[in-house]
Structures are given as structure tokens and as C-alpha cells.
């Protein structure tokens, strides 16, 4: 919904909601991503855990799950999907046996080297400064409904 707008809830449409619109360029991009994962036998969601354990590999599970925004429960049945294709290896940590450390595999780290182009730039019509500007305001938006829920908690 536009910030500015005080139609009554009747006259709201679909199209006005702002959550709509994250949500469903979600979707798009989804969409865009799909034919370049398949070459890779990937989901969006392993591709991301990867790419997370490339900027910095050995992280517990609840690290992890911090940076992709996902609860253990999701990420755990993504992660034994991945160890079985020979992506990554969950350990129990030494120090620790609560905690599961996730590591990459020679395949993991190879898959980076071996990636199809991955970027959709050329797909979103943005230019590189409508992209950056774009994506701090998501990531600005983002950071503000988490403080706003855990404000109310």
C-alpha cells in the first residue's frame, strides 16, 4: 500500500500492497533463476546456503540460519539434502556438542569455480546504480520490520 494512501480497506487493491510487490518479484526471481539452478541440480534455497558457506565456511547451524533468515527446522532437511549430494559436511563441534558446524566439500568450493553465470542483472532493465540503490532500500526495509517485531516481543 503507498504510504500515502488512506483508501478504506475496500478500496485497496491488490496491486498497492508493498508486501505484494516483495513478494511476488520474489516469485520472479524464482522464476529467472530456475533454468540456471537446474543446470546446477540446485534450488534457490541450497544455491543460497552455498553461497553463504563460500563467504565464510565451518559455521554452526544457527549462524547459518541467522544469515539465510531461516528457523532450524527448514534449514536442517535443506542441509542433510546438500550433504548427500556432496556439497557440504555437518560435523558435531568438538567444543561443543550442542552445536552442528557446517563445512563445505572439495565439490562445495568447486561448484563456485564451475558456476553457470548466475547474475540477472541484464534480466531486472536496472541499471547498476537503480540496482544498489534498490537493494539498500530492500535491505533497509528488511532491517526495519525485524526490529518492529522484535520491538513487540
Do not use: H
Request: proline share 4%; net charge neutral; aromatic share 8%.
Amino acid at each position: 500500500m503507498k504510504p500515502t494512501d488512506n483508501a478504506a480497506p475496500d478500496n485497496l487493491k491488490l496491486s498497492e500492497f508493498l508486501c505484494f510487490a516483495v513478494y511476488s518479484t520474489n516469485l520472479a526471481f524464482g522464476k529467472a533463476y530456475k533454468p540456471i539452478l537446474e543446470q546446477l541440480g540446485l534450488t534457490y534455497t541450497q544455491y543460497i546456503t552455498i553461497v553463504a558457506l563460500w563467504e565464510e565456511d565451518n559455521q554452526t547451524v544457527g549462524s547459518l540460519g541467522e544469515k539465510l533468515f531461516l528457523e532450524s527446522n527448514t534449514l536442517t532437511p535443506i542441509l542433510k539434502k546438500l550433504e548427500a549430494m556432496g556439497f557440504l559436511q555437518r560435523q558435531r563441534d568438538p567444543e561443543d556438542e550442542r552445536q552442528v558446524r557446517i563445512s563445505l566439500t572439495k565439490n562445495g568450493r568447486q561448484l563456485r569455480e564451475s558456476q553457470p553465470e548466475m547474475g540477472l542483472a541484464d534480466a531486472t532493465g536496472l541499471t547498476l546504480d537503480e540496482f544498489t540503490i534498490l537493494q539498500k532500500a530492500i535491505v533497509k526495509l528488511r532491517g526495519n520490520l525485524i526490529k518492529s517485531t522484535k520491538a513487540g516481543e
